[in-house]
């Protein structure tokens, strides 16, 4: 089965500086990723995903992620965090594990901003 | 603004309790996943269905979970009976396409505590 790791159970940074939060993932054959975002009480957003083309994919609210094979990673970014970014961080991928293709997420890093 | 709805946001029934959750899909998606979210599990995927038919529900205790889909607009999860250990928060999210490749749109979840 496919699987994706987050490293980190949370991430610090102080409002302005510039923010990160890890995703390794293991897959067998082209890994689909994808970013989604969960505020208090939320259900999850969607923020972005990869699926082919460029390494480095925008998406909502300034957040971008680079995709990296040689390193199985896919580290989302962000280069000036804000207050309101703070919330619960998921990296998923594209799982076949029973048959239908569907998303395996990551355990999650919660972002907290700083003033 | 399409949002995928569901309810009850929050329940809080005794052990033995018969619990249902409905969630009503954004009009036009026709994939529809129930996840549960705990504190120790992370997101767990408990069924998916593509055009009201269910792909796979392997992630349920199917001795006491049972998910359907009525029609196009309804799609329940029911809990008989309930146990302390199924207290978490249920989330309903639909889509279109196949479900590891497009974006999926999430309910604001129920919150479901079994005493």
């Known amino acids: 089965a496919q699987s994706v790791a987050q490293p980190e159970d949370q991430v610090n940074v102080a409002e302005g500086n510039p923010l990160t939060v890890k995703c390794t993932y293991s897959?067998?054959?082209?890994?689909?990723l994808f970013w989604y975002v969960q505020y208090p009480n939320r259900g999850l957003q969607f923020l972005l995903k990869?699926?082919?083309?460029?390494?480095l994919v925008k998406g909502s609210y300034g957040f971008e992620a680079e995709f990296n094979k040689s390193q199985t990673s896919f580290h989302l970014k962000k280069p000036s965090a804000l207050v309101s970014d703070s919330a619960l961080y998921f990296c998923?991928?594209?799982?076949f594990g029973s048959g239908y293709s569907t998303l395996t997420f990551g355990k999650g890093t919660m972002l907290l901003v700083s003033p | 603004d399409a949002r995928v709805t569901q309810t009850p946001r929050d329940k809080v029934t005794e052990m033995g309790q018969e619990v249902t959750m409905r969630c009503q899909p954004i009009?036009?998606?026709?994939?529809v996943f129930w996840y549960r979210q705990t504190m120790m599990q992370g997101l767990e995927l408990l069924a998916y269905?593509?055009?009201?038919?269910?792909?796979?529900d392997s992630g349920m205790p199917k001795d006491r979970f049972s998910a359907e889909m009525p029609d196009a607009t309804l799609a329940t999860l029911k809990i008989q009976p309930s146990e302390p250990r199924d207290s978490a928060v249920y989330f309903c999210?639909?889509?279109?396409?196949?479900?590891?490749?497009?974006?999926?749109?999430f309910g604001p979840g129920t919150r479901l505590t079994v005493l």
């Open positions: 999210a639909s889509g279109t396409g196949t479900g590891g490749y497009n974006e999926q749109f």
């Open positions: 897959v067998s054959g082209n890994p689909y």
């Open positions: 990869y699926i082919t083309g460029d390494n």
């Open positions: 998923a991928v594209r799982d």
């Open positions: 009009l036009g998606h026709n994939t």
């Open positions: 269905f593509r055009n009201r038919a269910p792909l796979d």
